[in-house]
């Protein structure tokens, strides 16, 4: 199991990679960017662990450090100038994806096969648009879980 400490490193790591790639300015809709919140909310999670963690803490570092490998990949494809139209694309609909779910799962599964089939030009079945929104509306439950756990 990796110490705390060296989570911690890592993620302090990331947010320098991530205050790096910022934008100069702010864009009307946020001030601060989801990545930058997210990985100090992990951060503050991380100091607040015992020596001993339970499986739900274990499953919540999992998931933390899942998802900082995501934003690490694609801060530094940003900061090589790999970050490309179709990349942020795939960001922005995860967020409209988001949006939609857990409320309409169908709307979910039409738009995901349209902004692929039609802006990106990826054949999407209706089974695997199925399968990436059902993935998707289980990562937001356990989200959902970890934030209810927390308060």
Not at 27 to 33: V, Y
Not at 95 to 111: D, M, Q, S, T, W
Request: no cysteine; charged share 35%; proline share 1%.
């Amino acid at each position: 199991m990796i110490s705390k400490q060296n989570l911690k490193d890592k993620l302090e790591k990331l947010e320098l990679l991530i205050n790096k790639t910022q934008p100069d300015e702010a864009n009307k809709e946020q001030l601060f960017q989801d990545h930058q919140i997210n990985n100090l909310e992990n951060i503050r999670y991380v100091n607040t662990l015992d020596i001993n963690i339970d499986d739900d803490e274990r499953k919540h570092l999992i998931y933390i450090m899942r998802t900082s490998n995501r934003v690490w990949k694609m801060r530094n494809k940003m900061l090589d100038g790999d970050w490309n139209l179709e990349d942020i694309k795939l960001d922005e609909l995860e967020g409209e994806l988001r949006n939609l779910l857990p409320n309409n799962k169908i709307a979910a599964i039409k738009h995901y096969r349209n902004i692929m089939n039609e802006e990106l030009g990826k054949i999407v079945s209706l089974r695997d648009a199925k399968e990436r929104i059902d993935n998707l509306s289980r990562e937001m439950t356990y989200e959902q879980g970890l934030i209810i756990k927390q308060n």
